[in-house]
Nanobody, 117 residues
Framework: VQLVESGGGLVQPGGSLGLSCVGSGFTFSKYVMSWYRQAPGKERDLVARISSSGGSTHYGDSMNGRFAISRDNAKNTVYLQMNSLKPEDTAVYYC???????????WGQGTQVTVSS
């Protein structure tokens, strides 16, 4: 299983950024995909989760309305669109996969998002 994130970078407060995560080595359409983030000195928190079909989504606290998760099973890719970014959104963002009904969670290497003027 391999998860490769891309799209991180530096953005000004109020700006937008889109992240992508490409999965390989597994049947992507059978996995629930999630984005987590971890700021320095803090725990890794759920940002958003999307069902295997893409028909259901869930967002962590303070994300809903600003972030949008989506997926394209034909491209083995999950996306995270982030709008109205705040300095407190600064973190390493991780892509994660877990098979439907399973317990083992796979992680990508993470991509840094920095919100600063």
């Amino acid at each position: 299983v391999q998860l490769v994130e891309s799209g991180g970078g530096l953005v000004q407060p109020g700006g937008s950024l889109g992240l992508s995560c490409v999965g390989s080595g597994f049947t992507f359409s059978k996995y629930v995909m999630s984005w987590y983030r971890q700021a320095p000195g803090k725990e890794r928190d759920l940002v958003a989760r999307i069902s295997s079909s893409g028909g259901s989504t869930h967002y962590g606290d303070s994300m809903n309305g600003r972030f949008a998760i989506s997926r394209d099973n034909a491209k083995n890719t999950v996306y995270l669109q982030m709008n109205s970014l705040k300095p407190e959104d600064t973190a390493v963002y991780y892509c994660s996969a877990v098979v439907v009904g399973g317990l083992l969670r796979y992680w990508g290497q993470g991509t840094q998002v920095t919100v600063s003027s």
